[in-house]
């Protein structure tokens, strides 16, 4: 037998040979190419997952205590809580006074006394903050305490608890804090509003209710509160937002 024969590769061979040359090339490219991981493939923790990691079973961790983002000290504390923090002009914040409650004929427990809440508006009072408080008690409030605040809502006329009406002289002399505080923590039957209406939307809903107590009152002696000079520190804060839509469900009437 010839040696020719083992020496001299036929053009089949040679196809035979890139053909193997290109399957272990593609498998090779396969294989660093599966070994990679992006970001998103990474081992990670789901929001709201369990983990046996951390002693307390959950995956998402807690900030440090005291932790407050960027711009959201929340210095001004009348803007914030709508209560006086202040004693004889010193920095001290005031111990919780507390307040006097009265039962009404329905059995009501209604605040009697305002002692921690503050009497001016920390913001400028200007016709933009109350009309843009009459939308936002139309979308939040009307359903209970009516158009003009009598507690006439169509869901009381549905069957719902009746809130105390805003025109009668115990809350026509109530301070402008007392109604941010009862939208921002709730009273009663009133669920917490503070996370549906920015705090800016309070106030402004707070100067509307004032305005329809001096419309149904057009004999006495009711005024618009005055409004604290205004903040540079709280600019941003009193900027009013856009709307943000209706909410879930309504609420019952409050009983403050």
Known sequence: ???????????????????????????????????????????????????????????????????????????DKDFYT??????????????????TTVADGSGNTLVASFPDAIEEFPVPITEELVNRGEERYRIFCMMCHGPVGNGDGMIVRRGFPKPPTYN????????????????????????????????ADRWAIVAYIRTLQISQNPNGNLTMPPSRETN???????????????PNSPTQGGTR
């Not at 006086?84 to 006074?97: C, D, F, L, S």
């Not at 002289?169 to 109604?179: E, Q």
């Open 168 to 199: 009668d002289d115990r809350l026509r002399n109530a301070p402008v804090g007392h109604f941010f505080d009862v939208i921002t923590n709730g009273w009663g039957k009133m669920n917490s509003y503070a996370s549906q209406v920015p705090v």
């Open 232 to 246: 540079t520190t709280n600019t941003n804060a009193t900027e009013l937002p856009k709307p943000v839509g209706l």
């Open 82 to 99: 709508g209560k006086k923090q202040n004693v004889g002009g010193t920095a001290a914040a005031t111990a919780a006074a507390p307040a």
């Open 1 to 75: 037998m010839s040696m020719s024969k083992f020496t001299v590769q036929s053009p089949r061979f040679k196809a035979g040979k890139r053909m193997i040359y290109f399957v272990l090339l593609a498998a090779f490219s396969l294989s660093v190419v599966g070994c990679r991981y992006d970001m998103q493939d990474q081992p990670r923790y789901k929001a709201h997952k369990k983990s046996d990691f951390f002693s307390d079973g959950k995956a998402m961790r807690d900030l440090p205590e005291g932790t407050v983002a960027r711009g959201k000290l929340r210095e």
